[in-house]
């Protein structure tokens, strides 16, 4: 539906990101590194709700050396985020990270940017030029006077050209603010100077309820203008909201899709049923199903049959009772309190 900025493909461990390739979902352990276990426990949680990259904070030696350890126990592709010292990221890619992230901005001077490219290119992994607004230039903040779109795009693209500079272009790039306008405007200018592949996300964009939203307004606005190749919610709390969050937004976009779309009306003073109940109960048993289908629970016979035949099965409610509906064929009449149930032995047998 929306057309995508065209960007090169670049591969994370077994990942392509960019060009055509689905949006990826990425995530960032929050357990310290360097505790191989509590790590490798929380990315295979995250692998199981659908995270599909992963990255860790590699902020000395010890975490850098955990990396052996945590790769022999997972699946997905594993990103080392470091700051400061370039001699964590290249212990980091000699330990097998699948792809490093930096900032030009905070690594120092040239020859220790050209020794972490150096390393990267011996082992054909991609770079993550990741700059923020809380890390902008002192020159380029002096010029424009604040963090601005122009000024955040202008030092993304300063730290891409030290590196393509060096000789590489194996790279993929973010910018990110925790403010969604700004972070947009960035990375719209950002789209129009680079064809890497753009890593989005809001970030530090507050704790589970508001910053999901947030995250939804920044990064699905972005993703309706066609950019974006990768994607981070960034949550304060259990990293598996962030999953459950990026995929709401590819599907709500329809730009993926994950197991059921699950529709469900707001209710109104017509509901007669308890339908907060039932569409909250059908919703939990609905994750644990693989299936493309669209599922509706709706409150009355308002909206509710037109919903729920539109839809491949839903429910449509009247007083104390309400009526299955599949592929647009009335099934049967059930009773409110066998109406979930009912319901999902039908999906369960499609
Ligand atoms: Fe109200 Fe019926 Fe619409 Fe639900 S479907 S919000 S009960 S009018």
Not at 130 to 152: C, F, H, Q, W
Not at 166 to 184: F, Q, R, T
Not at 225 to 245: A, F, H, N, Q, W
Request: glycine share 10%; aromatic share 2%; charged share 30%.
């Amino acid at each position: 539906m929306f057309s995508r900025r065209k960007t090169r493909v670049i591969t994370v461990g077994d990942v392509k990101v960019g060009g055509d390739n689905p949006i990826c979902i990425e995530s960032m352990t929050n357990t310290k590194t360097r505790d191989v276990a509590a790590t490798v426990e929380q990315i295979k949680r995250l692998e199981d709700e659908g995270c599909e990259i992963i990255r860790v904070a590699v902020s000395d030696m010890k975490d850098a050396q955990a990396i052996p350890k945590i790769k022999e126990n997972i699946r997905l592709p594993l990103i080392a985020d470091i700051h400061f010292d370039y001699r964590l990221a290249i212990r980091s890619i000699e330990n097998g990270a699948d792809k490093v992230r930096i900032n030009p901005g905070n690594i120092g001077s040239k020859d220790r940017i050209l020794a972490v490219v150096d390393k990267a290119k011996e082992r054909s992994i991609p770079i993550r030029i990741g700059v923020n607004a809380g890390s902008l230039e002192k020159d380029i903040l002096e010029r424009y006077g604040a963090i601005t779109p122009e000024g955040l795009a202008e030092s993304a693209i300063r730290s891409v050209r030290i590196v393509e500079d060096l000789g590489y272009e194996n790279l993929i790039v973010s910018m990110k603010s925790s403010s969604a306008p700004l972070s947009i405007e960035a990375n719209r200018i950002l789209s129009t100077e680079l064809d890497y592949p753009l890593h989005i996300g809001i970030t530090e964009s507050g704790t589970s309820y508001a910053g999901s939203i947030r995250s939804a307004v920044g990064i699905g606005t972005l993703l309706s203008m066609g950019i974006g190749d990768t994607i981070r919610v960034s949550l304060t709390g259990d990293p598996v909201d962030e999953i459950k969050c990026a995929k709401e937004i590819l599907q709500g976009l329809e730009l993926r899709k994950f197991g059921v779309n699950f529709v469900s009306c707001p209710t109104c003073g017509r509901t007669d049923v308890d339908l907060i109940s039932i569409a909250n109960k059908v919703e939990i048993e609905l994750k644990k199903i693989n299936k493309g289908i669209t599922v509706a629970v709706m409150g009355c016979v308002v909206n509710g049959p037109g919903e729920a035949k539109d839809a491949d099965i839903g429910i449509a409610c009247g007083k104390g009772s309400g009526v299955i509906f599949k592929k647009g064929v009335l099934l049967r009449k059930v009773s409110e309190e066998d109406l979930a149930s009912e319901l999902l032995k039908e999906i369960e047998s499609m």
